[in-house]
């Protein structure tokens, strides 16, 4: 467990995460600065990056679980290369900020997992989900029967995406999410929507979904419609996007900020079929922890 973006709120937090990966009979190794922090960072860049350098180049573990999000992950990209990540192929799971670890792994051709951090509690469907993702290697997704049917249509392909900000943002930089032949997962909190719809614009002008197949959104959570200039919806935002790129697209499936989420993993092969409001998993190796 390490704290490579935002720092814990207290030992607290610390003390949760273990005890949730013990009930899920893992044995837990917390990286030493797991509990700094430095401003807005759980330790500096150099803290922060050796934590998950380490974690990485130690054989003794199988996965890494970032015990929050925040801000800083994509600071840590340049200790990184796909060279490290294929010698050292190791599990990875988290969300929000840690959408720029994701990135890495994926240009390391390796499957992480979107889901929960560690320090989060673990609601029964969240649990469910991460077990069959990282237990027993089955569809860690499924039915999203709340989501809403942006445009109809079934596609094949692997999954990436993670958090919108941290996608548009990687946008231009060697760690750039590759959507060609993929199905896209979206997801944010706390954006105004005209910031939402300027991120989006930007990738599409930066031809970054050129060649995706379809896009799955999930929750934006605290993303107010309104602003002093007016007011446009979420809803609109995505249509929009789902206009433009001419594929499938649900809005709403069980992924981001929220108690209730699936573990989604990246870089293994899923069929997104919109009119079932359905993302299922096909085929996806288990972890080497088990």
């Known amino acids: 467990m390490i704290s490579p973006s935002g720092p814990l709120q ?6 949760r995460a273990v005890a949730t990966a013990e009930s899920l009979g893992w044995e837990v190794q917390v990286g030493p600065h797991a509990l700094r922090r430095t401003g807005y960072f759980a330790g500096d860049d150099a803290q922060r990056g050796d ?16 015990l929050r999000g925040g801000y800083g992950a994509a600071r840590l990209l340049p200790r990184l290369t796909v060279e490290l990540l294929q010698r050292h192929p190791k599990a990875l799971l988290g969300y929000s900020d840690i959408t720029a670890l994701h990135a890495a792994w994926q240009h390391a051709g390796l499957v992480s997992y979107h889901g929960p951090t560690a320090r989060a509690p673990l ?30 249509g079934r596609a094949t392909g692997r999954l990436v995406g993670g958090n919108l900000a941290l996608v548009s943002s990687l946008c231009g930089t060697p760690w750039a999410v590759d959507c060609r032949d993929a199905i896209v997962v979206l997801e944010d909190v706390g954006e105004a929507t005209y910031r939402l719809d300027r991120m989006l614009t930007q990738l599409r002008l930066a031809g970054a ?7 799955a ?5 605290d993303c107010p419609d309104t602003s002093d200039d007016g007011t446009r919806t979420i809803e609109a935002i995505v249509t ?7 594929v499938p697209t649900l809005q709403g499936i069980p992924v981001g900020h929220i108690s209730d989420q699936w573990t989604v993993p990246f870089g ?10 359905t993302l299922s998993v ?9």
């Open 268 to 277: 293994a092969i899923a069929t997104l079929d919109a009119d079932a409001r």
């Open 240 to 246: 929009e996007l789902a206009d433009a790129l001419q």
């Open 51 to 66: 934590d998950l350098v380490d974690a990485l180049q130690d054989d003794r573990i199988d996965g890494i679980w970032c």
């Open 282 to 290: 096909l085929i996806t190796a288990v972890s080497r922890s088990h």
């Open 217 to 221: 959104f999930g929750h934006c959570t």
């Open 10 to 15: 207290g030992p607290h937090e610390l003390e």
């Open 123 to 152: 609601s029964a469907f969240s649990r469910d989900s991460l077990v069959r993702a990282l237990q027993q290697g089955t569809d860690s997704c499924g039915e999203a029967p709340d989501a809403r049917i942006v445009r109809g």
């Open 209 to 215: 979904f050129d060649g995706c197949v379809g896009v």
